[in-house]
């Protein structure tokens, strides 16, 4: 949801202890088509020294753009950027402003969460690749950008997410992840399929008593139950937990990245409660702790592979609570509903399309879903990804200059000195079209045949859709899993219905979406 969901490592496409809130002691610790094989073990991505600025055939142009007066300056672009703007015209003005898709500016929150608002912005499909780029860029407590979320959030303890590869805690990790993948990946298209049937049945009686039905609240449930079930074999509503879980991780990733949103309320007011200072920890220690226990009492295998690396179990279960919370269950509320959005605006064709092409494909495979009958259906995989290039899970990258760099646009090369912070907002890279025809178009069948050596230039993953996680690199552990269970999702979806109706909205996570018309299979 970069970001860093849980995936199976080696999938990819051929383009190219007591329970309880404990801290660390006194240490410090510095998240092809798909195919059916898991690798056994990924590999690590040598560390190169460090090299000087590499030559370029472009002009040398000077950095734009300016961070104006301590203090004032950030506090006048974050105003911009939430308010007098919104995020899409605080980048596109300053790109028409300085006639560069590279230049400088402050990014929120600012004062007095982020102390170092300053960044060098990256917004175009050429620059942008350089935040992936472990051997340039430092990746080390940037997950949320400018500033981090208190460690009391997270059981005392630095996650995956804001670890750098350079970090000996880091590999550890990503192992446990790729461990619990491997361990569970039989059980994902099951569990998907009985998840979301429940969730397409409540939806129908909610359509068939109210007239439209709500997408979003039903989907987190399913999301959270398929996830808890899949990946740990544990039903929530069996346990102490219950039905409470999604509404628990929304008020605990609530606190954690309240400076990067907008909530409606009175400017002055969210202003003051959510831009300028934070949101006190232990207003959700109990809601965490009941999270906290649930996957403690639930993952206990993955928790003795993780003593097995050297990582404890309480580290352990803090890192496996965010990386499902967070990252998968957070990538899955917010993408969802965008890709939901996205397929039924583009209306009855597209679906008869679909529709065709799963069942076509199912019916030849004895009826069944299965990972190698999804990988042939073309379409389907297109409209996935053509989702994930428009509506990436998480828009905002960061990464700090290990070195002098040199970084090219398409039209000037930048020197960007060490230690200066770099920020790339994903969708303007994304919907390049210098790189893309019709870029800000939904165009399902984009990535069909030919089109599949575009694939290098989706990137919602923290890098290129054709390559691979490692525990060497940042790009996310989910990659593939995400990409899996959205595909699912579709096909879930087209097996069912013939085609839907949708009415849309807007919340703090995207796309609000409501079901107007459900059309049952007739063929």
């Known amino acids: 949801m970069a970001s860093a969901s849980l995936a199976f490592p080696s999938l ?71 308010y007098k703007q919104g995020r899409e015209e605080f980048f596109k003005s300053r790109i028409q402003k300085y006639q560069s898709t590279v230049f400088r500016a402050n990014m929120p929150p600012g004062p007095f969460i982020a102390f170092d608002p300053r960044v060098v912005v990256l917004l175009d499909g050429k620059s942008f690749p350089v935040l992936f780029d472990v051997t340039k860029v430092e990746k080390k407590n940037l997950f949320t950008g400018t500033y981090m979320p208190s460690t009391e959030l997270t059981g005392g303890y630095r996650v995956l997410s804001y670890l750098d590869p350079s970090e000996p805690s880091h ?87 309240a400076p990067l949103f907008t909530l409606g309320l009175p400017v002055v007011l969210e202003e003051l409660l959510i831009h300028t200072f934070r949101l006190p920890s232990f207003l959700v220690k109990a809601d965490y702790q009941r999270l906290y226990d649930f996957f403690y009492e639930c993952s206990g295998f993955v928790l003795d592979e993780a003593e097995r690396l050297g990582v404890s179990r309480d580290e352990a279960c803090h890192n496996l609570l965010f990386a499902t919370c967070f990252n998968s269950f957070g990538g899955m509320k917010f993408f969802f509903p965008n890709m939901i959005k996205l397929i039924g605006r583009a209306g009855v064709k597209l679906h008869t399309q679909l529709a065709q092409e799963i069942r076509s494909v199912i019916r030849s495979n004895g009826g069944k879903v299965t990972m190698a009958a999804v990988e042939q259906m073309p379409l389907m995989k ?43 907002y994903q969708p303007f890279a994304t919907k390049d079209p210098k790189i893309f025809d019709r870029a800000e178009e939904f165009v399902p069948d984009r990535f069909v045949g030919e089109g599949e050596r575009l694939l290098n230039h989706v990137l919602w993953s923290n890098g290129p859709e054709t390559e691979t996680p490692t525990v060497g690199n940042k790009q996310c552990a989910g990659k593939d899993f995400v990409v899996l269970v959205s595909r699912l999702l579709v096909v879930e979806l087209f097996l069912r219905y013939d085609s839907f109706e949708i009415e849309i909205g807007t919340s703090a996570l995207g796309a609000s979406i409501s079901l107007t018309s459900l059309k049952r299979a007739t063929f």
Do not use: M
């Not at 094989?37 to 991505?45: A, D, F, L, N, R």
């Not at 590499?54 to 911009?80: A, C, H, S, V, W």
């Not at 989702?387 to 760099?405: F, H, M, N, T, W």
């Open 12 to 82: 990819q496409p051929k383009y190219q202890s007591p329970r309880r809130l404990s801290k660390p002691s006194t240490r410090r610790i510095i998240v092809r088509p798909i195919s059916a094989s898991v690798s056994e073990t990924p590999s690590v991505s040598a560390q190169p020294s460090v090299a000087p600025p590499e030559p370029t055939k472009l002009p040398i142009r000077k950095i734009p753009g300016n961070y104006g007066i301590p203090f004032i300056g950030p506090i006048n672009d974050r105003l911009d950027y939430f």
């Open 171 to 257: 590999g550890k990790l990503k192992r446990l992840l790729f461990f619990l993948l491997k361990s569970r990946r039989d059980h994902v298209i099951p569990e998907f399929h009985s998840s979301y049937t429940k969730l397409f049945e409540g939806l129908e009686n909610e359509l068939a008593t109210k007239g439209k039905a709500a997408f979003g609240d039903a989907s987190d449930q399913a999301a959270f139950n398929f996830l808890a079930c899949a990946l740990y074999g544990a039903n929530p509503a069996e346990t102490k937990l219950g039905l409470d879980g999604p509404s628990l991780v929304k008020k605990w990733v609530l606190f954690q990245l």
């Open 382 to 424: 297109s409209v996935v990804y053509e989702s994930l290039r428009i509506e990436p899970p998480v828009a905002l990258q960061y990464g700090r200059a290990k070195q002098d760099l040199i970084i090219e646009s398409h039209d000037a090369a930048f020197k960007v000195k060490e230690g200066e912070l770099i920020f790339g």
